[in-house]
C-alpha cells in the first residue's frame, strides 16, 4: 500500500502487503485457543472484505506543555480488499475522502491500517511473534484471555515507519485481549519492543477496540470499532484517533473479480473480496 505523505508530515504505514513464509507453517493443534483465534481472523477478512464503513480521523498535534497545537478532522469511505492463496497474502486498505470532507494541507501524523492489528494472530504471520498467554478474567460479562505478543527480530514485520522516503520496519509487543469461548478479539495494544531513537522514534502506543458486529448478515465476528496511535520523537508528539461506524453489506449479485479471494489453506475459497464496478447498494447499516 502505498501513501501520500501530507507536507512535512512523518507516515505511520500498518503494511498491508504480506507474503508468506517460503515453507508452510504447521497448524496449531485443534481445539487450543490459538487455532480458535486463527479461524476467527481467517473469518474476520473474508466477511469484512464484504463490508464498507465510515471511517473518521482526528489528528493532533500536541505543544509541549501537552496541550493541542494543531488538529484536523478527516472523513472517509473505507473498505478493505483481500487477496489470498496457500502462497501468499496481499491486503489492500481503501480510504477515499468523503464528499464535502474538509481537508487541510497541514503537517500531521499520517496512519493507515491500524485497524487490521490483528494480523499479528493471522496463520501467515504467526511465526513472526512469540506469544505467552496470561491470567484470564471477567471484562464486561465475558471471560478474556490476555495473550502478550512479542515481535521476534528479523522476521517480517507487519508495520514500518515511513519518514524521508525510506520504511523502517517496527519491531512491536504488545497483548490481545481474547474471549477465551470464541476466540474473537475485543482489544489489542502495542507498543515499541526496540529502541528505534537513532531515527527519531522516541515512543509509540497503539490501541484498537473491537466491537461485536449487529449486521444481520454479518454474525460471529467483532469490527474495528477505534483505533488510537500516540507517536512521540525528541520534539514532538502526535495523536491519531480513528473511528469506524456506519458499517454497511453491500449487494454480491454482481459479477465479482476472480482474482481477488480469500481461501483456506487447502484452498478451498471462502469469499470473493472485490465486487464489480458497480456502486454498491447497502443492505444493512450498523
Same mark, same amino acid.
Given at each position: 500500500m502505498r501513501i501520500r505523505p501530507e507536507p512535512r508530515a512523518?507516515?505511520?504505514?500498518?503494511l498491508l502487503t504480506l507474503v508468506a513464509a517460503a515453507t508452510a507453517q504447521s497448524a496449531p493443534l485443534p481445539g487450543t485457543l490459538l487455532d480458535r483465534v486463527q479461524r476467527q481472523v481467517i473469518a474476520f477478512f473474508a466477511?469484512?472484505? @464484504? $463490508?464498507?464503513? *465510515?471511517?473518521?480521523?482526528? +489528528?493532533?498535534?500536541f505543544r509541549p506543555d501537552g496541550h493541542v497545537q494543531t488538529s484536523a478532522q478527516s472523513k472517509f469511505d473505507y473498505l478493505?480488499?483481500?487477496?489470498?492463496?496457500?502462497?501468499?497474502?496481499?491486503?489492500?486498505?481503501?480510504?477515499?475522502?468523503?464528499?464535502?470532507?474538509?481537508?487541510k494541507p497541514l503537517p500531521l501524523l499520517v496512519t493507515n491500517g491500524f485497524s487490521m492489528l490483528l494480523l499479528?494472530?493471522?496463520?501467515?504471520?504467526?511465526?513472526?511473534?512469540?506469544?505467552?498467554?496470561?491470567?484470564?478474567?471477567?471484562?464486561?460479562?465475558?471471560?478474556?484471555?490476555?495473550v502478550h505478543f512479542t515481535h521476534i527480530p528479523g522476521t517480517?514485520?507487519?508495520?514500518?515507519?515511513a519518514l524521508r522516503g525510506r520504511e523502517y520496519?517496527? @519491531? $512491536?509487543?504488545? *497483548?490481545?485481549?481474547?474471549? +477465551?469461548?470464541?476466540?474473537?478479539?475485543?482489544?489489542?495494544?502495542?507498543?515499541?519492543?526496540?529502541?528505534?531513537s537513532d531515527v527519531g522514534l522516541r515512543s509509540l502506543h497503539i490501541q484498537v477496540d473491537y466491537k461485536p458486529s449487529t449486521l444481520a448478515s454479518v454474525t460471529g465476528i467483532e469490527l474495528p470499532d477505534r483505533a488510537v496511535i500516540d507517536l512521540e520523537t525528541p520534539r514532538q508528539h502526535?495523536?491519531?484517533?480513528?473511528?469506524?461506524?456506519?458499517?454497511?453489506?453491500?449487494?454480491?449479485?454482481?459479477?465479482?473479480?476472480t482474482t481477488v479471494k480469500v481461501v483456506t489453506k487447502d484452498g478451498k475459497q471462502i469469499d470473493d473480496a472485490t465486487p464489480a464496478k458497480e456502486t454498491p447498494s447497502p443492505k444493512e447499516q450498523h
Open positions: 512523518a507516515v505511520l504505514i500498518f466477511k469484512m472484505s @464484504d $463490508l464498507t464503513c *465510515t471511517e473518521n480521523v482526528v +489528528q493532533e498535534k478493505i480488499m483481500v487477496q489470498s492463496s496457500p502462497d501468499d497474502f496481499v491486503l489492500n486498505e481503501s480510504r477515499i475522502e468523503a464528499p464535502g470532507a474538509p481537508h499479528v494472530f493471522h496463520p501467515y504471520y504467526r511465526q513472526s511473534f512469540r506469544l505467552d498467554p496470561g491470567v484470564a478474567s471477567f471484562v464486561d460479562g465475558r471471560m478474556l484471555m490476555p517480517r514485520s507487519p508495520a514500518a515507519l520496519p517496527l @519491531d $512491536l509487543q504488545g *497483548t490481545a485481549w481474547i474471549d +477465551q469461548q470464541s476466540g474473537q478479539i475485543a482489544k489489542m495494544e502495542a507498543t515499541l519492543a526496540g529502541d528505534m502526535w495523536r491519531n484517533t480513528h473511528t469506524f461506524t456506519d458499517y454497511k453489506s453491500f449487494s454480491t449479485a454482481a459479477q465479482q473479480a
